[in-house]
C-alpha cells in the first residue's frame, strides 16, 4: 500500500483536482529524499509542499498528502509524538473530504497501523488495521491480493500481543493469496511461508512448521538458487524448530550449512553471521557440549561488537544465554560479569527504544 501512496502526487492531476507543478515537484523530492534516507532534507520538502497546498488549497485532499507524508519524515528521524498526530491529522484529513472508500483513506490508516507497529503500540495498530482491513474487504473482495498490506499489518499487530492463535489464520490467508496470484513475487511468497512457519513453531505445531519452511526453501533454491541470504535464513530456521524437537544433529547441519551461505553473501563480519554463531552455541550449551558453546558465544559476540558498537542491544540476548551456560559450567564469577554487562547495556539503550517496548525492559 505504500507504492500506492507514492504515486499520489506524481500524476498528471493530484488529489481533488489540484494541478500544481511546484507541489508535485516538492513531492516527488521529499520522497526521493525520503528513500535516500535524508530524513530531514525530505521533511523540509514535505513542509514546503503543506505550505504551499494549505496556502493554494486549505479543503483539497493535497494537503492530507503532504500532511501524511512528513508525518514518515519525522517518524524516520526518531520525532515519534510529532509523528503520530500528523498521521491521525492527515487521516482525519482524508476521512473530510473523500468517500469512505476511498484508497487514501485506506493508505492513511495502514501508515498508522506501521507507525503503531513500529513502535511497539500493538493495541492501537489492531483496531486501526481491523477497519482498514474491513474498508479494503468491502470495495475488493476477500480473494483479491490487494488486501495483503492489511493483512500483513493485522497479523505483524497480532503477533506482537502474542495473539498467536488470532494471527495464524490471517498469515495462513496471506500465504493462500500470494500463492492465488501470478504475479507474486516468489522470494515474497517464500518469506511468507516462513513467517507462517515461525508462528506454527510458536504454537508448538512443529511437523506443520517444518512442512512450510520446507516448501519455502523449495521455492527459494527453485527461483533463486542454493547460494541466498534468504535460503541461509531458512535454513536458520529449520534448524530452530529442530532444536525445539531436541533434533540436534539435524538442527546442526542447518546452522553449519546457513553459516556457510552467509559467509560467502554477507561475509564473516556480518549480522547474520553474528546470530548463526548464537544458535550454534545455544545448541552447543543444550547439548552440554560447553567448549564449542563458549567459542561461538565469544564469536557471537565479537562479531556484533565490530559490527553494531559496544551496546548494541542484539548484544544483550547472546549475553544472558552465556551467562546461563557460564552458570552451568560452574564459572558463577564470569558469570556474574557478563549478566551486568547485559543488564548496563539495556539501562544504556533504554531510552533509545519506543515507549511501549521499553515498559517490557
Not at 26 to 53: D, I, M, W
Not at 78 to 95: K, V, W, Y
Not at 175 to 185: G, I, N, R, T
Amino acid at each position: 500500500m505504500e507504492e500506492s501512496m507514492d504515486k499520489i502526487g506524481e500524476d498528471e492531476e493530484a488529489p481533488g483536482g489540484l494541478d500544481d507543478e511546484a507541489w508535485r515537484t516538492l513531492t516527488s523530492q521529499g520522497r526521493e529524499a525520503l528513500e535516500s534516507e535524508e530524513n530531514e532534507v525530505a521533511e523540509r520538502f514535505f513542509r514546503e509542499a503543506l505550505a504551499l497546498a494549505e496556502a493554494d488549497h486549505p479543503h483539497d485532499p493535497s494537503v492530507a498528502v503532504s500532511t501524511g507524508d512528513l508525518a514518515t519524515a519525522l517518524d524516520a528521524q526518531g520525532r515519534t509524538r510529532e509523528a503520530e498526530d500528523l498521521h491521525r491529522q492527515a487521516l482525519a484529513l482524508f476521512e473530510m473530504h473523500l468517500e469512505p472508500d476511498a484508497l487514501e483513506i485506506h493508505i492513511a490508516l495502514d501508515r498508522l497501523v506501521l507507525f503503531y507497529n513500529d513502535n511497539g503500540r500493538y493495541l492501537s495498530a489492531v483496531a486501526h488495521a481491523g477497519r482498514s482491513l474491513a474498508l479494503q474487504e468491502a470495495a475488493h473482495g476477500t480473494d483479491d491480493p490487494i488486501i495483503l498490506p492489511g493483512l500483513n499489518n493485522l497479523a505483524v499487530a497480532l503477533i506482537g500481543l502474542e495473539r498467536f492463535t488470532e494471527a495464524e489464520p490471517i498469515l495462513e490467508r496471506i500465504q493462500v493469496l500470494m500463492e492465488a496470484d501470478p504475479e507474486s513475487d516468489a522470494r515474497k511468497r517464500a518469506i511468507t511461508l516462513r513467517s507462517v512457519a515461525k508462528l506454527k513453531e510458536r504454537l508448538e505445531k512443529h511437523e506443520e512448521a517444518e512442512a512450510y519452511l520446507h516448501r519455502s526453501l523449495d521455492i527459494l533454491m527453485r527461483e533463486v538458487g542454493p547460494e541466498d541470504r534468504d535460503v541461509a535464513l531458512t535454513l536458520v530456521d529449520m534448524g530452530d524448530n529442530l532444536l525445539a524437537w531436541r533434533r540436534f544433529g539435524k538442527a546442526e547441519k542447518m546452522y553449519i550449512r546457513s553459516n556457510e551461505i552467509i559467509e560467502q553473501v554477507s561475509g564473516r563480519e556480518s549480522e547474520d553471521m553474528a546470530y548463526g554463531l548464537f544458535r550454534l552455541a545455544i545448541l552447543y550449551s543444550l547439548q552440554r557440549r560447553y567448549d564449542p558453546a563458549v567459542r561461538h558465544y565469544k564469536r557471537a559476540i565479537a562479531t556484533v561488537e565490530r559490527v553494531m558498537g559496544l551496546n548494541a542491544l542484539p548484544l544483550v540476548d547472546v549475553l544472558e544465554s552465556y551467562a546461563i551456560t557460564l552458570e552451568e559450567m560452574g564459572r558463577r564469577s564470569e558469570a556474574r560479569r557478563v549478566d551486568a554487562r547485559s543488564r548496563a547495556i539495556v539501562e544504556m539503550v533504554k531510552h533509545e527504544l519506543p515507549p511501549a517496548i521499553r515498559a517490557k525492559s
